[in-house]
Protein backbone atom coordinates (compact mmCIF):
# COMPACT_ATOMS: atom_id res chain seq x y z
CA UNK A 1 0.00 0.00 0.00
CA UNK A 2 1.18 3.79 -0.60
CA UNK A 3 1.87 5.99 2.67
CA UNK A 4 -0.71 8.73 2.93
CA UNK A 5 0.92 12.39 2.49
CA UNK A 6 0.12 14.33 5.81
CA UNK A 7 -1.81 17.66 5.60
CA UNK A 8 -1.90 20.47 8.00
CA UNK A 9 -5.72 19.19 8.77
CA UNK A 10 -4.08 15.60 9.55
CA UNK A 11 -1.15 15.22 11.59
CA UNK A 12 0.29 11.79 12.16
CA UNK A 13 -0.86 10.61 15.91
CA UNK A 14 -4.35 12.27 16.04
CA UNK A 15 -7.89 10.57 16.31
CA UNK A 16 -8.43 11.99 12.31
CA UNK A 17 -4.78 10.29 11.02
CA UNK A 18 -5.69 6.84 12.71
CA UNK A 19 -9.54 6.95 11.05
CA UNK A 20 -7.85 7.36 7.90
CA UNK A 21 -5.49 4.37 8.05
CA UNK A 22 -8.03 2.12 9.72
CA UNK A 23 -10.10 3.32 6.88
CA UNK A 24 -7.79 2.67 4.07
CA UNK A 25 -7.11 -0.54 5.51
CA UNK A 26 -10.68 -2.05 5.98
CA UNK A 27 -11.56 -0.77 2.01
CA UNK A 28 -8.39 -2.72 0.93
CA UNK A 29 -8.88 -5.47 2.82
CA UNK A 30 -12.49 -6.12 2.97
CA UNK A 31 -13.73 -4.56 -0.60
CA UNK A 32 -10.50 -4.38 -3.25
CA UNK A 33 -11.43 -0.76 -3.41
CA UNK A 34 -7.97 1.94 -2.86
CA UNK A 35 -9.35 4.70 -1.02
CA UNK A 36 -7.24 7.34 -1.81
CA UNK A 37 -7.90 11.43 -1.94
CA UNK A 38 -10.49 10.90 -4.92
CA UNK A 39 -12.24 8.00 -3.03
CA UNK A 40 -12.09 10.24 0.12
CA UNK A 41 -13.75 13.05 -1.56
CA UNK A 42 -16.15 11.25 -4.05
CA UNK A 43 -17.86 9.17 -0.69
CA UNK A 44 -18.14 12.13 1.57
CA UNK A 45 -19.46 14.34 -0.77
CA UNK A 46 -22.21 11.14 -1.08
CA UNK A 47 -22.90 11.68 2.19
CA UNK A 48 -22.97 15.03 2.41
CA UNK A 49 -25.43 15.35 -0.47
CA UNK A 50 -27.55 13.24 1.02
CA UNK A 51 -27.61 10.52 -1.92
CA UNK A 52 -26.14 8.24 0.67
CA UNK A 53 -28.96 6.76 2.91
CA UNK A 54 -28.57 7.12 6.53
CA UNK A 55 -29.19 3.91 8.14
CA UNK A 56 -28.70 3.95 11.50
CA UNK A 57 -27.02 6.41 14.05
CA UNK A 58 -24.93 4.66 16.26
CA UNK A 59 -24.02 7.31 18.44
CA UNK A 60 -24.18 10.66 18.70
CA UNK A 61 -20.72 11.01 16.37
CA UNK A 62 -21.06 8.16 14.60
CA UNK A 63 -23.24 7.46 11.66
CA UNK A 64 -24.02 4.38 9.53
CA UNK A 65 -24.45 5.06 5.72
CA UNK A 66 -25.46 2.93 2.65
CA UNK A 67 -22.75 3.45 -0.41
CA UNK A 68 -22.59 2.19 -3.58
CA UNK A 69 -19.01 3.25 -5.12
CA UNK A 70 -17.26 1.53 -8.24
CA UNK A 71 -20.17 -1.31 -8.27
CA UNK A 72 -19.91 -2.33 -5.15
CA UNK A 73 -22.70 -1.91 -2.08
CA UNK A 74 -21.05 -1.52 1.06
CA UNK A 75 -21.76 0.84 4.55
CA UNK A 76 -19.42 3.44 5.80
CA UNK A 77 -18.93 4.75 9.15
CA UNK A 78 -18.78 8.25 9.13
CA UNK A 79 -17.96 10.28 12.27
CA UNK A 80 -19.57 13.29 12.11
CA UNK A 81 -16.99 15.11 14.73
CA UNK A 82 -14.13 14.67 12.45
CA UNK A 83 -15.93 14.82 9.07
CA UNK A 84 -14.45 11.28 8.28
CA UNK A 85 -15.01 8.20 6.86
CA UNK A 86 -14.13 5.58 10.14
CA UNK A 87 -14.00 2.25 8.36
CA UNK A 88 -16.19 0.48 5.40
CA UNK A 89 -18.56 -2.71 6.77
CA UNK A 90 -20.35 -5.31 4.25
CA UNK A 91 -24.01 -5.58 4.60
CA UNK A 92 -24.89 -9.00 5.84
CA UNK A 93 -21.90 -9.69 7.78
CA UNK A 94 -21.90 -10.26 11.42
CA UNK A 95 -19.38 -8.56 13.72
CA UNK A 96 -17.67 -11.60 14.11
CA UNK A 97 -16.81 -12.61 10.71
CA UNK A 98 -14.62 -8.89 10.64
CA UNK A 99 -11.22 -9.58 11.13
Known sequence: MKSIKRTRRCKRFDKKWAELIHAKKRFHARLRIVYDKQAREDMLKMINDGTAPLVMQQTNRLYIH?????????????????RSIVTCLIPGQTFEEYD
Open 66 to 82: DMEYQGKSFQVVYDRKR
